[in-house]
């Protein structure tokens, strides 16, 4: 069986291994080049250390160093930064943190052997059919024809819309700073989300002593850094952030203005009930886009990696039932992840709440 990744980012790159080790022919079409790709921190649940027991990668993972170190207590945090709740250590989430950038190195590595076109653009033409197969067309007109096509190409995929799958994007109704601190830097041993009055920020220290932070901040979409006429985006954290407790200030100031990521957080205006039509499935954001209010979509990409690595595992033959396949992944898939999306719906509602008493300075 031949089988097609568009996207090399987490749900991508985890798929291709994941499924190479299941013993099919992979390789990965990725739009971008091989440099580093943008990211900040991203936050690993136990789920998606199951995900890797089954995608054959759990050694490496669990050698992989992460953060919070042992012993961090988990806090929120009012805006003048007095604790308004301290977690006992049974309910602390059991969460590895890691720079984005050192996951995807590690499930680079895991995709050894696997083909990776970088800098290459590919679009669905034809999702196939029992017999048809499916076939994808690079920017320069060349064409390819697949068994099976696994299409993580992020929250704006193309291959959703190709598909007649998409329901359109929901503005939350805010954005989010997120940056990496330059070098080591003091958190008090405290890691957490600090809710304000529409507002929030967090802290978790990563494995080299660099702390990943984010600002989140109820806005109207589209209000960038420029279009406020400032300079930066880390000035318009500072900016959003100035009357907050001096610790989270100092992040963002010992954070290089380069490294400071911005963006207004969308998620599927409906969750999708199925995953595929005829020989491809949507992975990742692509399928199940959601806002980060409960740190699982990464972990959701993986558990769509883990859960196609296991449907073909003993199947990737060149007679394989690609279509029964691909409804068994949906019926597996689909409705956990709607779960999933709606509940960081939720969440995200309930943490952007107004709260006169949680402002700046009360």
């Not at 598909?163 to 070098?183: E, F, I, K, M, N």
């Not at 992944?329 to 008493?357: T, V, W």
Request: aromatic share 6%; proline share 5%.
């Amino acid at each position: 069986m031949r089988i097609a990744v568009i996207g090399g980012g987490i749900a991508g790159l985890a798929t291709a291994a994941g499924i190479a080790r299941a013993g099919a022919a992979v390789e990965v079409f990725e739009r971008s080049s091989r440099g580093a790709a943008p990211g900040a921190g991203i936050s690993l649940f136990p789920n998606s250390r199951a995900a890797m027991r089954t995608l054959g990668l759990l050694d490496g993972y669990d050698r992989r160093p992460h953060g919070p170190a042992p012993g961090t207590r988990t806090v929120m945090r009012r805006p003048n930064g007095k604790v308004a709740l301290a977690f006992p250590a049974w309910a602390r989430p059991k969460v590895r943190m890691f720079h984005r950038n050192d996951l995807r190195e590690f499930l680079l590595d895991s995709c050894r052997g696997v083909p990776i076109h970088w800098d290459t653009a590919v679009a669905l033409d034809d999702d196939g059919d029992t017999v048809r197969p499916a076939v994808l067309t690079t920017a320069d007109g060349r064409q390819s024809a697949w068994d099976l096509v696994v299409a993580a190409d992020g929250v704006r995929s193309a291959t959703r819309g190709f598909l007649s799958l998409d329901p359109g994007l929901r503005y939350a109704g805010y954005t989010a700073w997120r940056g990496v601190t330059r070098g080591p830097a003091d958190t008090g041993g405290m890691a957490g989300e600090d809710w304000g009055s529409r507002q929030r920020f967090g802290t978790v220290p990563l494995a080299d002593g660099r702390v990943y932070w984010f600002a989140v901040a109820s806005k109207q979409v589209g209000r960038t850094a420029a279009a406020e006429g400032l300079g930066s985006e880390k000035e318009a954290a500072e900016q959003e952030f100035a009357s907050w407790y001096p610790a989270a200030r100092a992040l963002i100031a010992g954070t290089d203005a380069a490294e400071v990521l911005r963006h207004d957080l969308y998620d599927l205006a409906r969750p999708l009930h199925v995953f595929h039509r005829g020989r491809v499935a949507l992975a990742g954001d692509a399928a199940h886009a959601m806002t980060p209010d409960l740190g699982q979509g990464a972990g959701c990409g993986l558990e769509d990696a883990a859960a196609l690595t296991s449907l073909l595992r003993g199947t990737a033959g060149p007679d394989a039932d690609v279509g029964g396949l691909l409804e068994r992944y949906s019926r597996r898939r689909a409705p956990k992840a709607a779960r999933l999306l709606r509940a960081s719906r939720l969440m995200g509602r309930l943490a952007q709440r107004e709260r006169k008493a949680w402002r700046p300075g009360s």
